[in-house]
C-alpha cells in the first residue's frame, strides 16, 4: 500500500474524508429542498469521485464537453446533461450516444441553434432532448426568463418534434458574492429567473417538466426551492480558496491539496523553492481580486495543518517560490529545509486539478489510491 | 486525411511551416554564436516537435521534470539536463536511469543538496553528473558567481567523485524586458555570470566543461557567447502573445492557435461566445502587464487571418467570451454566427499546450496530423 510519504511530488492529494463530508452536506441539502441533485463532473473528471456522489443520493451528471459524456456513460451513467450551448457539428456525435442507449441532453439559448437542431432532429428523425438556458443573473449565457426569444425557441424545438425536457440557470456571479445576504438573494434571483422561465413556457401551451438551477454557492444558500426540480454544483466536492473567500467553506473543508518538496532557498530574499509551480497548481489567480489573496496556494504541512502566514507567492512552469504573505522570514532555509514536504491548498480546484492525471485519494489510514481522472474533448 | 475543417473543437493546432520557421531561427543563432543548441522541452512534450528540433541540428535536450527524461529517453534521445534543482527523493530514479544508460544530468545550487547528492553518490557508487546552478538575474533560482557558496558545493561534489559537468543559469527575467538593448544587455549579463563562474571552479581546481545559458528572449538577442558551450530555450519553438509583447517575434510567428466554434451570443453585451474557455486556453494571463493585453488569447479567422480588435476577453471553464478589446460590437452575431470557427493565440504556449492532450499538426496542404503530448510527474 501505497502511504502519503511515498508519492513522488508534486502530486494531487484528495482527503476522502472531506470529500465525502463535502459530499453529504450538498446531498442533504438538495434532499432538505425537495429537489433531485445533478453534480457537475467537469471539477473532477474522475469516475471514483462521481461513484461517491452517486451513492450518496445524486440522480444522473451534469457535463461540460462530450468527452465527459462519452466516459461517465461508458462507466455506466445514463442521465447526463450537457451544459454547454449545443452547435450544429456536435448534434451527430449527441445522436449517436443516445442511439446507444444515453439518456444525453443537450441546451441552447439562440434561435439559430434552436432552428439547427429542429432541422437535424428532423431530417435525422432524431428523439432529442432539449433544454433551454436561462440567464437570471446576467452572468454569462442564457434567455433573460422575460424575453421573447424564450417562447420562439421553445416553438422551434417543440414544433419539430424535439423533446423539451425544461429550463436550466447558472448564476455564475455567485463566485462574486461577499455575504450570506448576498448569496440568499441570489440565490432566490437564480430560482425565480429559472421558475418564471417555466411557467411562461407551460402558459405557452409548451412542456417544462425540468427546472434545473445551481452553482455551489447558490446551492448552499439558498432558502427554498419552490418550483425547482433539480439543483447543480461542482466544485463544492473539493472546495477551494475562490469557496473560502466567498464564505461557504473553511480551510478544514478544502478536500484538494498539492504534495509538493522543497528543492531550495533564497534565503536573502526569505524564499524556499518547491516543486509544485504553476503545472501543478496551475495558473488560476481566483483570490487575486478577492477579500483575501492567496497567490498561487495557501502553504500546509505535509500532515496537513495550515502553515497560515505562508503561500506561493509566484509561481513558473515547475518552480514555486513559498514565502511569507508579507514581509522576509530570514530563517525560511532552517524552517523549511530542503526535502520538506508541504501541502498546498489550491485557489481553484477546477483548474489545479486539470493539471493532474490522477487523484491520490488519502482515507484515515494514509493509504493513498490513484484515482484516475482524464481531460481533453 | 483529417483536414483543419474536421477538426472537433476546442483543439489545439500547431501550424507546422511556422514552427519549422522558429525551430531553424534559433538553430541558426546558436550555429553563427558557435554554441551547442539544447531545446527545453517542457514547452511541447511531443516528439514529433522534439525530433524536429533534433533534425534540425540540436544537441541533447532540457527537461524540467523526471517524466519528461524518461519519455524522451524511451523514444531514444539520451543527453538529458533536468535543470530543476535536485531533491534527496528523486535520486534514486536518476540513478536508475543512467544505469539503463540514459546521460541524465542533475542540477544544484545548495550546500545541503549538494551533500545529499555526495552522499547518496558514495553510498550506491553512482557516476552522477552534477551541473551548478547560477543565478545570474536574480530571477528564481542559483549561486551569484561570486559567493563562496559556489566553490564549497563544487568542492563537496568532485570530492565525493561526482562528475562535475558544468554550469547553467537561466535569465529568466528577460520576459520582462521591452526593448533590444534591455534583451542585449541582459544576455550579456546571464553570458558573463556564468562564465565568471565557470572560471572560478577552474580556478580552484574544479571541472566545469560545460558552461550554459539561455532563455527564448536572451537566446534571440545574445551578440556574443564567448565562453558559453550550449544554449537553451524552450518556447520559442511556438513563440506566443507575451513574446511577442516582449518583442522577439511577430503574430505571424505564432505556430500555437487553439480552434474554436461560437456558440453563442449575448447581442447587447456585444460578445460572441466560444467552446474554447480556460481549459483550452489555460488560465494563464501573461499579457496583462505588459505592453499590451490580449485576455485570453487574440482571435484569429479559421485559416489564421486576425482579427486585430477581437480578443478572447473573459473566460469560464469550457466558455470563452469573444469581444471588441475596447467597446461593444453590436454586430457580433452577424459577424461571427453560430457555428463560426476561429483561431486564437495564446498569451503562454506552455501553458495552453498543457491543457491538451494532443496537437493537431497542419501543414502546408492543411492535412492534420495527431502529435500526441504527455503531462503528470
Known amino acids: 500500500m501505497t502511504h502519503l510519504s511515498d508519492l513522488n511530488t508534486p502530486a494531487a492529494v484528495v482527503d476522502v474524508q472531506r470529500m465525502l463530508r463535502n459530499i453529504q452536506r450538498m446531498q442533504t441539502r438538495a434532499d432538505s429542498l425537495g429537489v433531485k441533485f445533478r453534480p457537475h463532473v467537469k471539477t473532477t473528471k474522475c469516475l471514483e469521485v462521481v461513484k ?20 461517465f456513460f461508458a462507466a455506466g451513467i445514463s442521465d447526463i446533461l450537457y451544459a454547454v450551448g449545443m452547435v450544429p457539428a456536435k448534434l451527430p456525435q449527441v445522436l449517436a450516444m443516445r442511439r446507444r442507449g444515453c439518456d444525453l441532453k443537450i441546451i441552447t439559448d439562440s434561435l439559430a441553434a434552436a432552428r439547427s437542431i429542429a432541422a437535424f432532429s428532423a431530417e435525422n428523425n ?59 438573494e441570489l440565490a432566490e434571483k437564480e430560482r425565480a429567473g429559472a421558475v418564471r422561465a417555466a411557467e411562461r413556457l407551460r402558459a405557452a401551451g409548451l412542456p417544462c417538466p425540468g427546472v434545473s438551477v445551481g452553482s455551489t454557492p447558490t446551492a448552499l444558500y439558498a432558502q427554498r ?124 480546484a477546477c483548474t489545479t486539478g486539470a493539471q493532474h492525471p490522477e487523484y491520490h485519494a488519502i482515507d484515515q489510514k494514509s493509504d493513498a489510491l490513484s484515482w484516475p481522472r482524464f481531460y481533453g474533448w
Open 225 to 348: 426551492l419552490g418550483g425547482v426540480t433539480e439543483l447543480r454544483a461542482g466544485v463544492y466536492v473539493f472546495f477551494d480558496l475562490v469557496m473560502h473567500n466567498v464564505g461557504v467553506c473553511r480551510t478544514e473543508d478544502i478536500a484538494l491539496s498539492v504534495l509538493t518538496t522543497v528543492i531550495g532557498h533564497q534565503e536573502e530574499k526569505g524564499w524556499a523553492i518547491v516543486d509544485a509551480g504553476w503545472m501543478a497548481m496551475s495558473r488560476d489567480r481566483g483570490t487575486q481580486k478577492q477579500q483575501r489573496d492567496f497567490g498561487f496556494g495557501q502553504v500546509c504541512t505535509e500532515g496537513g495543518k495550515l502553515l497560515e502566514d505562508y503561500l506561493v507567492t509566484s509561481a513558473n512552469q515547475e518552480h514555486g517560490i513559498v514565502s511569507l504573505r508579507s514581509g522576509v522570514d530570514p530563517q525560511i532555509a532552517e524552517r523549511l529545509p530542503i526535502g520538506t514536504r508541504l501541502r498546498i491548498l489550491p485557489n481553484h
Open 126 to 184: 432524431a428523439a432529442l432532448e432539449v433544454w433551454i438556458e436561462i440567464d437570471s443573473d446576467g452572468h454569462r449565457s442564457g434567455i433573460e426568463p422575460e424575453a421573447d426569444l424564450l417562447l420562439d425557441v421553445g416553438k422551434t424545438l417543440h414544433d419539430a418534434g424535439v423533446h423539451l425536457g425544461g429550463v436550466l440557470t447558472h448564476a455564475g456571479s455567485s463566485y462574486e458574492c461577499t455575504t450570506e445576504e448576498e448569496l440568499r
Open 52 to 71: 461517491a456522489q452517486q451513492a450518496a443520493g445524486a440522480h444522473g451528471i451534469t457535463v461540460s464537453t462530450l468527452k465527459e459524456a462519452e466516459q
